[in-house]
């Protein structure tokens, strides 16, 4: 689909390539577009539940908090370090979770929508403002940039390659260490954010979907354009 889509610019072998990768990860991303909904689910237990609902919390606060410091004048290293740790660490803790709740039949009626994925059904899910950016790691890797017009794919390197990064920057994070953590940050960007950087342009807000590795990168440490 890639290479077909590159020789003849034609955004149908992209959207194409995109409902067939996709394939059964189309709960989780229009899991991820819809507003919240009731999670009480008869026979999952109701603590599991609970502990997703009480990390969602938790990212969604400390994600803004690193947001705010990173706003800052003079951003305080350390701070944003130990922020990033944390999101790391949550966003493990909630992949986690989901692994549980994979488990049960009920979770997966209410991940996954009622009929097959669509991207014309993600795109309406998607305001003038915002690119969705999906991910697929492998040998190579992937992305997908949708917004409400459009479908782009470009290809993001090997798996190894983004697994060597992601480790070493979250490795900076774990240690404190504010330049080896900017070294790595840099590589990583440029593997995951520099095949796609012509198309943020117009797109403030940016919905992310990772994957295997990616999961546990916390995007919002990364710097957009340097």
Not at 98 to 127: H, I, M, N
Request: with cysteine; proline share 5%; hydrophobic share 40%.
């Amino acid at each position: 689909a890639y290479d077909l889509a590159a020789a003849t610019g034609d955004q149908e072998y992209a959207r194409k390539g995109l409902e067939l990768a996709e394939g059964n990860r189309a709960g989780l991303l229009m899991e991820g577009l819809r507003s919240s909904r009731p999670e009480h689910l008869g026979g999952i237990p109701v603590e599991l539940q609970a502990r997703g609902k009480k990390l969602r919390r938790q990212l969604t606060t400390l994600d803004l908090s690193l947001a705010r410091a990173l706003q800052e004048t003079i951003p305080d290293t350390g701070r944003c370090l130990a922020l990033a740790g944390a999101i790391s660490e949550k966003r493990e803790e909630l992949w986690h979770v989901r692994d549980e709740l994979r488990q049960f039949p009920q979770y997966g009626r209410f991940a996954s929508p009622d009929s097959a994925f669509s991207v014309s059904r993600l795109q309406e899910a998607l305001d003038d403002s915002t690119l969705l950016l999906e991910y697929f790691a492998g040998e190579p890797g992937y992305c997908f940039a949708v917004d409400n017009r459009s479908v782009r794919m470009r290809r993001i390197g090997s798996a190894r390659g983004m697994r060597q990064a992601a480790e070493g920057f979250l490795t900076g994070i774990r240690t404190l260490d504010p330049k080896g953590t900017a070294a790595a940050g840099r590589e990583l960007q440029s593997r995951i954010l520099g095949p796609v950087a012509s198309l943020l342009h117009g797109h403030p807000r940016l919905i992310i979907v990772p994957d295997r590795e990616l999961s546990r990168i916390p995007f919002e440490a990364l710097r957009i354009g340097g």
